[in-house]
Structure formats: structure tokens, C-alpha cells
């Protein structure tokens, strides 16, 4: 940890400066109100809310602060925004975000950027600490941001070493709700994992928030939907000691499922005639064993797919909201009341007519009848996995799948296996629409799997829309391998304990451009462990 020290300029006089050409920039003057400040402290202190002039102070759903007018002089605020547009700016996009971000600030020259940094990280710093009744370091920590339209930031709590108070200095043209890219503030539960929205700030022209960083400060920058403004800010950390962190919740992972007992004529009821073959299924396996991905286009019958897509539409379906939106936010079908034939098509995905299937066409051990294996049969062993702790046995855990490569799709080449025992699967219906997506978050346990993903209802679908499926390599930004939703194509990826996936969130694109009723599309989701 840095050492801490009370700068030297920390001014309790005035704080007017001039600049080369003459410009003066003075913060607002109710930073320098020693009745306001003291207000602020008692209030911080307490942890209630307080308002006075240009300072607001609210502790709901946790302590944050604005200063209106933050910046006295209109025409510095004016320039400071002007010489921020002429920095070159990037794309930055992942699970979280997307946005676009300026060079370093940290040791930018133009005059209002320098100036600004400075005023931020001394005259503003130390009324902070007071405040806060916190020292805090003079790092410099600083970026500028960019959200247009679709452009978003995805509910995060923004803790990292060192980082101690959030701020953001909004430069943006006048806005309105009906705008996006509102900052909204998240409560938590009894995990200190985000439930729900309870505020939501308006971007506001020269109005600076901050906020403390700590296990609760969950926020999101709500999807940008204009297409005429720009939402534009300088935002950054001030560095201190941080708060306690409790461990991070692990949430439980989901039952997995042995195959269910089925005959073969399951399948010839369901998939093309063409994925039968055993020839064609050696070509696929051939291909898959190379890539360790495939696609399987128009791969349920016709007449199936029909009648998936008709049932797909009805509204006995139940779905249901999966959260937290620190790790995913999309609807899912309860089984409990699926039509019959969504019901049909869950059971071909999990029946053990559908686990050699897959075994031919992957050349993994999902079935004791795969050539190869040497596994005996598991016949009869239904849900009996529940969660990870089910999967452990005697056996020495050695690969016995006879993909000679012994690789998922990696970027690495790890080889450990799940602790032996037999095949399982763990399945979702989803339901994308505007808004939806899912984030990489630490308690996704890492492990080799096959995916596999059955997209429907998704015909006009574009990749700018989002609802992708994204593969990177864990600790790089490096895209593996992205999966498009393709109508009635099945996608199979087997990835190993290196490689992590997310669902791109569904942007405002899929409703303004796409053809109506298109606004939200369908995929089975299946994961299958050897
Ligand atoms: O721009 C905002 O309102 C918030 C930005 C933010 O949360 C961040 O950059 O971490
Ligand atoms: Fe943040």
C-alpha cells in the first residue's frame, strides 16, 4: 500500500486558477462551505441523506454523493469536453461492456484535461477525504468514456485493490430517461449479490457523482438508446485503504442428470435423416476431433421443428427471470408446465439414445457403447449427480475419450478430466430478448465440457443484435471462438478448464431494426460432462 500523506495543496482558501490562455476554472463553491462540508460529514458518518445547494448526499443503496455545477466556469467545462472529443478513442467490448475509451489521461498536456485532473486529484481529493473522514492516496486513476447508442455497462461493483471512491464527471448535452444510459444502483442480498435497480441517476451536464467502492456497490450504466447524443465522462478512482471484503458467495451449480433410458427411435422421430448416418457421423466426428466445434444445420426434422416453434409461441409456458445481473439476466421455460413437445424435445437431449449420438459425432465418452470406450454401461443411474459433489469415485480419473488430440477448444493444452463417473447433462429452454445477457463471474467451476446449443426462432437474427455466444481463453481477452444464433442449427463446442463462455448482451438493435415479431429468439442449452 501507498504511503499516505495530506498533499500540501490541500487549500482551505480560494482555489482560483488562471490558465495559459486565460481561462479560469473554479470548482463549485459549496465544496468550500464549511457548513455544507461539516453537513456532509455528519451525514456520511450517520449514513443518512443530506442536501444542501449543489451537494446531495443519499446512503440508499449505499453512500453516494453528487455535486451539481461542478466545475464554476461553463466555458472551461465547454473546452474540457471539446479537447476530450479530439483524443482517439478505442472500441472496448466484452462480457460487460461496451464503450468506447480514450487515451491514457494520466499524463495528458491539454490544458483543460491537466487542469481538471489536477483540481480532481488535489482541491476535490482532500474535501473528499474530509468528508469521507478517509485519507486518500494521490494516485491518479482517470479515464475518459464514450456511450453511444446500444453502448453499455453491465452491473459490476467496480472493487479492485486500492480503488476506494468512484467518481464520474458527466458532460453530456441535455438528457432525458427515455435516453438510457442512466447510472442505476443495485441492492443486495443476504450474499452481498445484487437483486434489483432501487435508483437510477440521469447523466447530467457538469455534475460530478461519487461513490464509496465496497462488496455492495453494484451499478450498471443502463444501455445507451439514443442514436442522436453522446453520453460523454471523465470518470475514475480515488485510491485508499479498502473496506473489508467478506468472501465471495459461491453460488450452487445446477443438478446434473444421468441419461434417461430411450430406444434409438427417438432420434429417427427428431433429427435429420442425415446426422444418422453412420458415415456421415464418422465425417462430423473427423471434423469436431480437428476443431473441437461443429455446426449441424436444419437439425431437427422439419415437421418437428414446426411444431417447436408453434409451441414455442404458447403462453402456458412459464418463464421465469434468472439473475443475479452481476452474472446473467434471461428468462427460462419451467419444466414443470413445458407443452408436450417442447417436453418431447427436452427428453431427446437427455436421453441415452441422444448420448450416443453425441458420441459419434464427437468422439467423446458420453455413452459405454462409443468405439473406444471401455467404460461399463451406467443403464439405470438417473439423477444421481447433484452438483459437483456427486461426480467423485475411485476411478484414477485418466482420459479415456477417444479424441486423440485430448483437447478442448483452447488456447492451452491442459489435459486433467473430470474425476470419472458416468456421463451426465445439465439442460436449460432460454428466451433472449432486449436487455438479456450473461457474464463470466468466478464461480463458474472450470471444467471440460461439450456444449450444445439449438437456436430457434432466430431466422433474420444479426450479429450486431448481440445474444452471441462468446468463447475466450480464461485471463485473456482473446476471442476462441464466437457461436451465432443460427436457425435450427445445432452447435457443439467442446471447450476444457481454460476456456469460458458468456452470451453477448441483447442490444436496442434487435428492436428497432429487426422485422417484427422478431424480438426475442429461443435455445435449447445442454451441457454434457464425460
Ligand atoms: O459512467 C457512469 O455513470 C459509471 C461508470 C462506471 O461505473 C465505471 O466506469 O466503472
Ligand atoms: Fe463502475
Known amino acids: 500500500m501507498s504511503t499516505k500523506r495530506r498533499s500540501s495543496d490541500t487549500r482551505k482558501g480560494k482555489s482560483v486558477k488562471k490558465s495559459k490562455d486565460g481561462e479560469v476554472a473554479d470548482l463549485s463553491s459549496d465544496l468550500e462551505d464549511e457548513v455544507i462540508r461539516n453537513g456532509m460529514k455528519e451525514s456520511w458518518r450517520k449514513k443518512t441523506s443530506f442536501s444542501h445547494g449543489s451537494l446531495q448526499l443519499d446512503c440508499e443503496p449505499f453512500p453516494h454523493g453528487v455535486v451539481r455545477n461542478f466545475v464554476q466556469n461553463q466555458s472551461f467545462v465547454e473546452n474540457l469536453r471539446d479537447e476530450l472529443l479530439q483524443l482517439n478513442f478505442h472500441s472496448k ?12 489521461l494520466k499524463k495528458r498536456k491539454e490544458h483543460h484535461i491537466s487542469h481538471i485532473r489536477s483540481l480532481l486529484f488535489n482541491q476535490f481529493r482532500s474535501w473528499l477525504s474530509e468528508v469521507l473522514g478517509v485519507e486518500l492516496e494521490t494516485t491518479v486513476d482517470i479515464s475518459c468514456a464514450k456511450y453511444e447508442h446500444t453502448d453499455v455497462l453491465l452491473c459490476h461493483d467496480d472493487e479492485l485493490e486500492g480503488r476506494r471512491v468512484a467518481f464520474i464527471l458527466y458532460l453530456v448535452p441535455p438528457w432525458d430517461l427515455s435516453d438510457g444510459g442512466t447510472l442505476d444502483l443495485y441492492n443486495t442480498d443476504e450474499h452481498y449479490e445484487p437483486v434489483s ?10 455534475t460530478l457523482l461519487f461513490f464509496e467502492v465496497s462488496p455492495v456497490s453494484f451499478h450498471q450504466v443502463s444501455e445507451v438508446l ?10 475514475g478512482w480515488f485510491h485508499g485503504p479498502s473496506l473489508p471484503r467478506p468472501q465471495r458467495y459461491t453460488e450452487p451449480s445446477a443438478p446434473r442428470h444421468t441419461h434417461t433410458l430411450t430406444d434409438e427411435s427417438v432420434l429417427f422421430e427428431w433429427v435429420n435423416e442425415t446426422y444418422m448416418d453412420p458415415l456421415y457421423q464418422a465425417q462430423v466426428q473427423q471434423e469436431f476431433e480437428d476443431t473441437s466445434e461443429i455446426r449441424l444445420p436444419n437439425f431437427l426434422q422439419e415437421e418437428k421443428y414446426k411444431q417447436v416453434i408453434e409451441a414455442l409461441r404458447l403462453a402456458e409456458i412459464q418463464w421465469e427471470r434468472r439473475g443475479p445481473p452481476n452474472k446473467r439476466c434471461y428468462t427460462r421455460a419451467q419444466l414443470q408446465n413445458l407443452p408436450s413437445c ?26 459405454a457403447l462409443a468405439a473406444g470406450d471401455d467404460e461399463s454401461d451406467s443403464e439405470g443411474q438417473e439423477e444421481q449427480n447433484e452438483g459437483q459433489e456427486g461426480q467423485s469415485s475411485t476411478d484414477d480419473g485418466e482420459d479415456k475419450r477417444n479424441n486423440p488430440d485430448g483437447q478442448g477448444l483452447s488456447s492451452t493444452s491442459s489435459t486433467e478430466k473430470k474425476t470419472k463417473g458416468p456421463p451426465v447433462c445439465v439442460g436449460e429452454l432460454r428466451r433472449w430478448s432486449h436487455g438479456d445477457y450473461t457474464l463470466l463471474h ?20 444479426k450479429a450486431e443484435f448481440g445474444g452471441f455466444t462468446s468463447y475466450i481463453a480464461h485471463d485473456e481477452d482473446e476471442e476462441l471462438l464466437t457461436v451465432y444464433p443460427e436457425e435450427n442449427s445445432l452447435a457443439l463446442v467442446y471447450r476444457d478448464k481454460e476456456t469460458l463462455k458468456f452470451v453477448k448482451h441483447v442490444n436496442d438493435n434487435s428492436v428497432q431494426e429487426s422485422q417484427q415479431p422478431l424480438t426475442h429468439f429461443y435455445d435449447f442449452s445442454f451441457t454434457y460432462y464425460e
Do not use: M
Not at 439514443?226 to 470518470?235: A, F, P
Not at 417442447?342 to 455413452?367: P, Q, V, Y
Open 197 to 206: 435497480i432501487v435508483k437510477s441517476l440521469l447523466p447530467c451536464w457538469n
Open 93 to 104: 467490448s466484452n462480457d460487460l461492456y461496451k464503450f468506447q475509451q480514450s487515451d491514457d
Open 442 to 461: 468466478d464461480s463458474v467451476k472450470r471444467e471440460f465440457a461439450l456444449d450444445l446449443l439449438l437456436h430457434l426462432g432466430c431466422t433474420g437474427w
Open 342 to 367: 417442447l417436453k418431447e424435445c427436452w427428453d431427446l437431449f437427455s436421453s441415452e439414445a441422444f448420448f450416443l449420438l453425441l458420441s459419434n459425432l464427437t468422439g467423446l465418452s458420453l455413452h
Open 226 to 235: 439514443t442514436d442522436e447524443k453522446c453520453r460523454l465522462s471523465l470518470s
